[in-house]
């Protein structure tokens, strides 16, 4: 049940969202949990999975490099729990193995009973 509620809202807010996912000239993904979360076009492609899906599961450990997980988690709680937004640099690791560098603006975004959290991704 929950989970329904959960993809539920996560597919409304995207509905609301999407000129930001089809026209922001930065890459975006919207996250409430790794089982829960939006990626835009340009995020795909950023990452080196152009018309290849992004593996969704465990986001952390597949997509971000190690030396950038505590301080995208460490953001991430803030923009979830204390409706804090930040920018933050972030290392992501691309489909060919090799680590990009990003800046990640994170962005809280409260949506019924839910907080999911907006992310702006531009290459640095």
């Known amino acids: 049940m929950i989970m329904k509620e959960h993809e539920q809202a996560l597919n409304q807010l995207y509905h609301q969202l999407k000129p930001i996912f089809d026209k922001s000239d930065q890459a975006v993904y919207l996250y409430l949990d790794d089982n829960h979360v939006k990626f835009s076009k340009r995020f795909s492609k950023l990452l080196g999975y152009d018309g290849t899906a ?28 204390k409706l804090v937004g930040s920018c933050i640099r972030v290392n992501w690791k691309k489909k060919n193995n090799t680590e990009l560098e990003t800046s990640v603006i994170m962005v809280p975004i409260t949506y019924g009973k839910y907080v999911f959290v907006m992310h702006f991704i531009r290459e640095v």
């Open 54 to 81: 992004i593996p969704e599961a465990n986001i952390l450990n597949n997509l971000v490099a190690k030396n950038s997980q505590d301080v995208l988690v460490s953001s991430y709680e803030g923009a979830a729990h």
